[in-house]
């Protein structure tokens, strides 16, 4: 080897030394930076824990008021809408009040003579014997108001009374002319219960048959109540011809309603089907267990009490067919009611003024729920124009109270429109029949299902698939799962570090014995808590299909009460036809 190689491999050897040296110098710049950051990180570390020690309970508190005044928002808005709903109400009753006062004060001074009159007239002729004994005092009342061409059409027709009782018949009759120009109908009536309240039957028909030329057929008034109430009493005498033509005349009209009116079987046949709908009938029949697991629980019972509805509405019409009417002893008793309840009639204007009062009084006691009092005020006073006979047949036959219309009046309605209302039961039947399902919607503990009641072995097999489904999502959503989980991670994590530890030369024993525990530790409780859950999901699933077995069970009672309430319809069909018709 030369001299000259000899120093260049000097050169290289040196060159390499100092490579090495650099090398290492800058490994341990590498190791400080990274023990420095070790360093750091402990620092950020406890800084944190530091910083989550002061801001945590502070947050809590934050936390705790923004719920709070949440709350208060919440009180402070419900009592808000109180307050107004307060002031509406207040607003309303106010003005119902002040309604009541200014149509009180506007009824006795335009209408007070009106009640007087009523009750001058019902004294005069309730009073009045075969002899006709006239009260002067009474006549002198009468007198000031028709002299005052008053437009009551009582004060005229009582004026012709008190006239003809005292054999001034020029007089009486043009009284009489007046009282049948201010409102035929109700004078016509009235004379015709006069005359029959002193068995003048022969006359009484002359004022029928007047009256029936007077009428329209397309607007008939409430007093043909009163008039049908007189024919059912048997007012009219037993004059069989006489009989026959009321009969005839009210088949007549009758007919004519149907011929005029486009619609008049479904007018009827609506109503009765809004009469079944509206009857308050609920079933007594309950099912705990269907009201747990179906969804369709709701419109069972709904629809098993709309079918229940026709044992109700055929004891109903049992009842109303076998009730008799015990008012009025005798024939003349049932006239002077019925004259009674002509002559209390309200007038045409003073119907109004006393149906803005009621209107308004019904608000008060209301409280302000003008709705309520619109619909009691709708039941009491209620009345459409241009009524047919069919109408008033309509409003007769479905009233429940034999204060507003009479018995007999209430079995004539129902004789005469028996035909139409079973067909609008009948068409309600459809409606309640078009809702029973062959099979129903359940909800099994989430597992949806769609069975009828002999799908018990499908739903059973439907259930267990979904429980098998859920073994796997069930065990991980359990919380000592998670836990126990963790714990297994983290000693599985804790033994990687301790391997990479273990190749950069640092080893602690320790740690690994922690992390081998925490790795036994983890898995077995996971273990353990896994086949807990899988148990108690067993469990569950034994119990929910139990539950769906009762449930399947009601549903199959739930059919065989409906198919019997369904076959009650014929019961009603029956006590309907208990029904008589228009004898003629």
């Known amino acids: 080897m030369t001299q000259e190689e000899y120093e260049r491999e000097q050169q290289e050897i040196e060159h390499l030394i100092n490579a090495i040296n650099a090398l290492v110098a800058e490994n341990n710049r590498l190791v400080y930076e990274i023990n420095n950051a070790l360093e750091n990180i402990g620092i950020l570390q406890r800084n944190i824990v530091s910083l989550h020690k002061a801001v945590e309970p502070r947050f809590r508190t934050t936390s705790q008021q923004v719920a709070v005044n949440s709350e208060h928002t919440q009180i402070v808005s419900q009592a808000i809408r109180e307050l107004s709903q307060q002031y509406f109400t207040y607003k309303t009753l106010s003005t119902a009040s002040k309604n009541v006062t200014q149509y009180t004060e506007e009824y006795y001074t335009k209408f007070s003579y009106y009640n007087h009159l ?54 009486a009759q043009r009284a009489l002319e007046k009282a049948l120009f201010m409102d035929p109908q109700k004078a016509a009536l009235y004379f015709m219960l006069i005359n029959l309240r002193f068995s003048r039957v022969q006359t009484a028909q002359n004022w029928f048959v007047n009256y029936m030329d007077r009428v329209n057929p397309a607007n008939l008034g409430g007093e043909w109540q009163y008039l049908l109430q007189a024919y059912l009493a048997g007012a009219f005498g037993a004059d069989e011809d006489f009989q026959a033509e009321v009969g005839r005349q009210f088949n007549r009209l009758l007919a004519q309603s149907e011929a005029v009116t486009a619609d008049f079987s479904k007018r009827f046949i609506d109503r009765a089907y809004a009469h079944a709908d509206a009857y308050l009938h609920q079933t007594k029949e309950h099912f705990p267990y269907l009201k747990g697991v179906c969804t369709d629980y709701d419109l069972l019972r709904e629809t098993l009490s709309e079918a229940e509805k026709n044992a109700a509405l055929a004891r109903y019409y049992d009842q109303l067919f076998n009730e008799k009417d015990d008012r009025g002893i005798d024939v003349y008793q049932r006239i002077e009611n019925v004259l009674y ?78 035909k139409w209302m079973y067909r609008g039961y009948e068409k309600y039947a459809e409606m309640y029949r078009a809702k029973v399902k062959p099979a129903y919607n359940f909800d099994v503990d989430g597992c949806q299902l769609t069975c009828s009641e002999d799908d018990y072995a499908v739903g059973k097999d439907r259930i267990g698939q979904y429980y098998q489904k859920r073994r796997l999502k069930t065990v991980l959503a359990d919380k000592m799962v998670k836990i126990y989980g963790m714990i297994g991670l983290a000693g599985i994590l804790l033994l990687l570090i301790m391997g990479v530890q273990l190749v950069n030369g640092s080893f602690s024993p320790v740690a690994l014995t922690v992390g081998i525990l925490l790795v036994l530790l983890g898995v077995f409780m996971f273990w353990r808590q896994t086949v807990s859950v899988l148990e108690e999901l067993k469990e569950r699933q034994r119990l929910n299909v139990q539950r769906f077995q009762h449930a399947i069970e009601e549903l199959g009672q739930w059919r065989s009460l409906f198919e019997a309430a369904d076959a009650g319809h014929t019961d009603l069909q029956a006590a309907l036809s208990q029904f008589g018709g228009i004898a003629e």
Not at 122 to 133: K, S
Not at 138 to 165: F, G, H, I, P
Not at 345 to 359: F, G, S
Request: charged share 30%; hydrophobic share 45%; net charge negative.
């Open 341 to 418: 309840a002509l002559i209390n009639d309200y007038d045409a204007d003073e119907r109004r003024v006393v149906e803005t009062i009621k209107l308004n009084e019904y608000i008060m006691e209301a409280q302000g729920d003008t709705a309520a009092a619109r619909r009691k005020f709708d039941e009491e006073f209620w009345r459409p124009e241009n009524r047919t006979f069919a109408d008033l047949l309509s409003d007769w036959a479905f009233v429940e109270d034999s204060n507003i219309t009479p018995l007999t009046v209430r079995h004539f309605a129902v004789s005469c429109m028996k």
């Open 118 to 171: 009523r009750r001058i007239t019902l004294g005069y002729v309730i009073g009045l014997d075969a002899n006709f004994v006239s009260a002067e005092n009474m006549r002198k009342a009468v007198e000031k108001a028709y002299l005052q061409n008053t437009d009551y059409w009582l004060a005229y027709a009582t004026m012709a009374l008190m006239l003809w009782a005292s054999d001034e018949k020029e007089a």
